[in-house]
């Protein structure tokens, strides 16, 4: 095994959009695992559009980065070394490590990847945070009933596609925003959406809600922000509920714009408006993981993504993540030699050089 290892760290706390001087590649040496620890040789390894904030100084739900930190994330990898009687050498797993090729990680902290069920990326999308994020999210916040309407932002993202598979499969029309022709094309064909929304094609969001929500809106599981949301804020139907998960168009702000003053159009529905976060259901990880895994199984569950091959370079790393900060509701998954964006929103920040495949 080779004694060294390279791992991306926060160079400089980026000022609206990060460039390449925020981040920089280091090796160091491969740590040896202690006491209920395993030693992992990363494969895979997830950019999530929350750490863009992670980069931000200033109180957060995830503690920021200081200046020189590495950068960490989910992963999947193979267990090198253990010293823990839970995992043995070979074992697949999956938790949060550094962003690098091996990582030390707490027994107690990961969980076993099966790649009967999947293949090891989908255990950072659909399997992993993102499809845990959207299991909560719609079904304890946004309580979707038989016959209502979802209407669902950033939705060929990791979490929003999964989002509005599961209002399918409660029985609900599902409504879609996303940012090419080709996402419409997937969430319609491929996923059953009833109806998507290319938001680059128009301008107009509150004419084409009208037409693709008839009915008005009774859930709206929010991953964007913006000009979407303000579409959607008049279109919510009595006692409409919207699941506040993400707000990428606003994550390189330096300053958060104020706009047009929305709450009002939450009065006369009684609207209910909550945020999430997925540690808040930590507890109850595995019965989500058990039903996500046997949707999959069963193929009620689609999940898709987006490989780049390559060894790790400075240059392309930054631009693939790059994009990804910019980009509305997306995972990535950087391993060692390969990249995999999960699912289909645009990237604007990488890590791995080597030609994109869809």
Known sequence: MQETTREWHLAERPQGEPDTD???????DIPEPTTGELLVRVNYLSVDP????????????????EVGDV??????????????????EGDLVTGEGRW??????????VAPVDP??????????T??????????????????KPGETVVVSGAAGAVGSVVG??????????VGFAGSDEKIEWLTEDLGFDAAINYKSTDEYDEALSEAAPDGVDVYFDNVGGPITDAVFPKLNLDGRVAVCGQIAHYNDETVPTGPRKLPQIIAPRARVQGLLVSDYASRFGKASEQLGAWVASG???????IVDGIISYQSQFQVRYDLMAAASIVAVVPVAILVVVAQEKIVSGLTSGALKE
């Not at 950068?71 to 043995?88: A, C, F, H, P, R």
């Not at 690098?100 to 902290?109: M, W």
Request: with cysteine; hydrophobic share 30%.
């Open 165 to 174: 598979q599961i209002a399918k499969l409660n029985g609900c029309r599902v």
């Open 71 to 88: 950068l960490k994330g989910g992963i999947v990898g193979e267990v090198v070394t253990s010293n823990s009687d839970q995992y043995s």
């Open 300 to 306: 009620e569950l689609t999940h898709r993504e987006t």
């Open 22 to 28: 925020c981040f920089e590649l280091q090796e160091t």
């Open 50 to 65: 929350y750490m863009r904030g992670r980069m931000r100084e200033g109180e957060s739900y995830a503690k920021p980065w």
């Open 116 to 125: 009967s069920v999947a293949d090891l990326p989908a255990y950072l999308g």
């Open 127 to 144: 399997l992993g945070m993102p499809g845990r994020t959207a299991y909560f999210g719609l079904l304890e916040v946004g309580e979707p």
């Open 100 to 109: 690098g090729e091996y990582s030390i990680l707490d027994a107690d902290d």
